[in-house]
């Protein structure tokens, strides 16, 4: 028998960033339905084009989405929450995107999107199912077995995907307080069992179950909800074949749940538990298939191919052939699509990396090697052993100077002088704000305009002096603006500044960047992580000049803004062959720098943003304590060069904080501001049990949302901040950056805030 190989799943985006491009255009009225839905079927087309030329057996299916996979399962098994007017049936793609992203003026009128928050331990966002006591269930679309059914028609086989429902339930939350959303199981099951018969009608073999919940800690309740599950998923098709998927980490203590479901093969993410095959193959049942996640679908880093080969022979001659499949170690999703795209990229550093479709490559030759013997490959085998070698050795990886000053950095530089209290004196005295003061979180409309100027410098065509003139003409009118309406403390827009991490980034040595190197991290945003190749440090001051400029235009305090270190490392491509709170010292250093350069600057207050602070957290809690030991020091290590009088701010966004807000108050920033806009409040329940000491900034505005919060809205969402946090602790912003939203948009909705902070002050009078 030949070793099948295998993909969980393969980019959506589309080499291009077609997709990015077609529902823009659909969103926008500039296309039809019609186009948007013929422009997903050639991407799907064309993914599985790709695979099958390079020799995949077993392809995906149901693997792409117009928004996000989980919205897909709401929508298929009618999880729609009933502010959107849905009264059964097929679910157009009118509603399907007002969940997504809300409406302004659409169906429905004026309605918000569904909450949205990290998808595990990555930088992908999904929209978080909602649930009430009375939910029921039926089947609302059929798009696993339609698009099954796509594929077949073009002359390929494929294996269905779909998100496995007790993952699936687990990621619901419910306005109903009190309701567990394992207790609608059975309710549940039906619709995947419906959903399997359709499958196996139309041929299907083999379906791939998503349950990543199972690298989660997990109390018995849920364990036995996987049991109930399968055993009722096993009898509903007893043709089909179902590989149970897990990814993201180890089985760890849910092996035994595992190995006992009724499925027939079961995938572990190898790359994140390379130790847990032996435990594995010790206790699976010997017809279960293994499905070994080999290939690291998180990281661009090129597989050393002879080293992996070592591993596995002995497995296949353990276990035989027709018992295993070699795949990546979860969705390719997390990839970019294709390294041939690129150019200019060091070709040292080129010659190290793997985008998706060469893992694809990579999975490929790992099949041959083992069906017809090392001697097919040799080639591929030598040059992969070659690029190991080469980047094992290469000098621009290491910088001895940089490693000193990590080893030489002492307790005492991740510690402000003086404890918040003292520091809170110094800071209002300093700033003299009014109660509820108001700010945005950093950034400000990126128009075409600004996007064409910077594409034009880009190119040569708009010269460095005119690109400057016009990016300080555009910062002085958003100076002015903000004065007008009446915020407290001003941003400068961060006009000149492509990405929150690129920008820093490409200042920084031990990054580089690609062109076409573009993962999703939810609907149509889409990110271009860097990778981090090499020892970091900061070459010059980045950002110190804006500020500067900015500051010098307006009496009101102007925040410097920086992404923080956790940030940095988490939104990149990180080097593997060293520990990430190593590389993330670095990083911090590298930003003192820049924070005490700000300082000298007449900057005081700056803003080092965490978003990823959250996202960074291991899956497992016996690992927290290391992490957020590191991550909370290295943000100190990054801030606490300034004075007591220089106020300190972050921001986090789309996170659960309830279960760290320990540790993040130990980051000791002057002010926190968080997402809190989509969940009504609802993340502020973690300052109820927790009492964090220092200030706040609780989002108003959901800036992801194409509507216009009215003064009435914010004011009453202040008034529940009230309700939890004291009034002089509360800062009053958007819940994120405003790059992505328009000018027509922001201005209404800023000047509402504004109001809206005037409301409330007179109200405490």
């Not at 002879?306 to 596995?312: G, W």
């Not at 979860?330 to 200019?344: I, K, N, T, Y």
Request: a neutral charge; glycine letters at 8%.
């Amino acid at each position: 028998m030949s070793i099948i190989t295998s993909t969980l799943g393969f980019p959506r985006i589309g080499p291009r960033r077609e997709l990015k491009a077609t529902l823009e255009n659909y969103w926008s009225g500039k296309s039809t339905a019609a186009t948007l839905l013929d422009d997903a079927r050639a991407l799907r087309a064309a993914a599985w084009a790709r695979q099958h030329a390079a020799g995949i057996t077993h392809i995906p299916s149901n693997d792409f989405s117009l928004y996000d996979h989980i919205l897909d399962t709401s929508t298929m098994v009618g999880a729609i929450p009933g502010l959107y007017g849905w009264s059964g049936g097929a679910v157009s793609l009118d509603s399907y995107f007002a969940m997504a992203r809300g409406t302004r003026g659409r169906i429905g009128g004026d309605l918000p999107a569904m909450e949205m928050t990290k998808w595990f331990d990555t930088n992908y966002h999904f929209m978080v199912p909602e649930f009430a006591r009375d939910q029921t269930f039926s089947l609302s679309s059929t798009k696993p077995v339609d698009e099954f059914l796509e594929a077949k028609g073009l002359g390929y086989h494929t294996r269905p995907v779909v998100v496995g429902p007790v993952t699936y339930l687990l990621l619901g939350k419910s306005r109903d307080a009190g309701l567990d959303p394992l207790s609608l199981l059975p309710g549940l099951l039906p619709v995947y069992a419906e959903v399997l018969r359709r499958l196996a009608a139309a041929g299907a073999d083999w379906v791939q179950i998503d349950e990543p919940a199972l690298v989660l800690d997990l109390d018995e309740e849920t364990r036995q909800a996987f049991r109930t599950a399968y055993a009722a998923l096993a009898q509903a098709a007893p043709g089909i074949k179902l590989l149970l998927t897990t990814y993201f980490g180890g089985l760890g203590d849910n092996l035994d749940t595992a190995l006992g479901l009724p499925v027939a093969g079961l995938h572990l993410d190898l790359t994140r538990a390379p130790g847990e095959i032996e435990r594995v193959i010790a206790k699976a049942p010997a017809d279960l298939v293994l499905s070994l996640g080999l290939i690291d679908g998180r990281n661009v880093w090129r597989a050393d191919l002879p080293a992996l080969l070592d591993r596995i022979e002995p497995l296949v001659a353990r276990r035989g052939a027709d018992r295993l499949i070699l795949a990546p170690s979860c969705s390719l999703l997390h990839a970019p699509v294709d390294l041939r795209q690129e150019s200019g990229l060091d070709p040292d550093l080129q010659s190290w990396l793997a985008f998706a479709a060469q893992k694809v490559e990579e999975l490929t030759i790992l099949g041959r090697a083992l069906n017809e013997g090392r001697g097919a490959v040799a080639a591929a085998l030598d040059e992969s052993a070659r690029a190991a070698a080469a980047r094992k050795t290469s000098p621009k990886i290491h910088d001895p100077s940089v490693r000193a000053r990590m080893i030489a950095a002492t307790p005492e530089m991740s510690r402000r002088q003086a404890p918040f209290a003292a520091r809170r004196t110094l800071q209002h005295q300093r700033l003299a704000l009014p109660s509820f003061p108001t700010t945005t979180i950093g950034s400000f409309p990126q128009t075409q305009e600004v996007r064409k100027a910077r594409a034009a410098n880009a190119k040569g065509s708009m010269s460095d002096a005119s690109y400057a003139a016009y990016l300080r003409q555009e910062t002085a009118a958003a100076v002015h603006w903000q004065e007008e309406i009446g915020l407290d403390v001003l941003v400068h827009g961060e006009f000149e500044r492509n990405d929150m991490v690129q920008y820093f980034g490409e200042q920084l040595s031990g990054y580089a960047f690609t062109k076409h190197g573009w993962v999703q991290s939810y609907g149509s945003r889409y990110v271009r992580p860097p990778v981090i190749y090499g020892d970091v440090s900061r070459p010059h001051p980045m950002s110190v000049e804006w500020s500067a400029y900015a500051q010098s235009l307006t009496a009101r305090p102007m925040k410097g803004m920086l992404t923080g270190p956790v940030t940095m490392l988490q939104w990149s491509f990180v080097r593997n062959d060293q520990p990430r709170a190593d590389t993330c010292r670095q990083i911090a250093l590298a930003l003192r720098d820049e924070v005490v350069d700000l300082e000298k600057a007449g900057i005081r207050i700056i803003q080092v943003d965490e978003p990823a602070f959250r996202e960074g957290l291991p899956l497992r809690k016996a690992a927290w304590p290391a992490y957020l030991g590191w991550a909370a020091e290295c943000f100190r290590l990054a801030v606490s060069g300034v004075r007591d009088d220089t106020q300190i701010h972050t921001h986090m966004c789309y996170s659960e904080f309830n279960d760290i807000i320990a540790a993040i108050g130990t980051m000791d920033a002057d002010v926190i501001s968080i997402e809190t806009a989509r969940s009504k409040m609802e993340l502020l329940q973690a300052f109820t049990a927790y009492h964090y000491p220092n200030e706040i900034g609780p989002g108003v505005y959901d800036i992801h949302a194409p509507r216009l919060p009215s003064v009435e809205e914010m004011t009453d969402l202040l008034a529940k901040a009230e309700l939890t946090l004291a009034a002089g602790q509360i800062w009053v912003n958007p819940d994120c950056g405003l790059k992505t939203r328009t000018w027509e948009e922001v201005r209404p909705a800023l000047a509402n805030m504004v109001e809206a902070a005037k409301r409330i002050r007179a109200a405490i009078r």
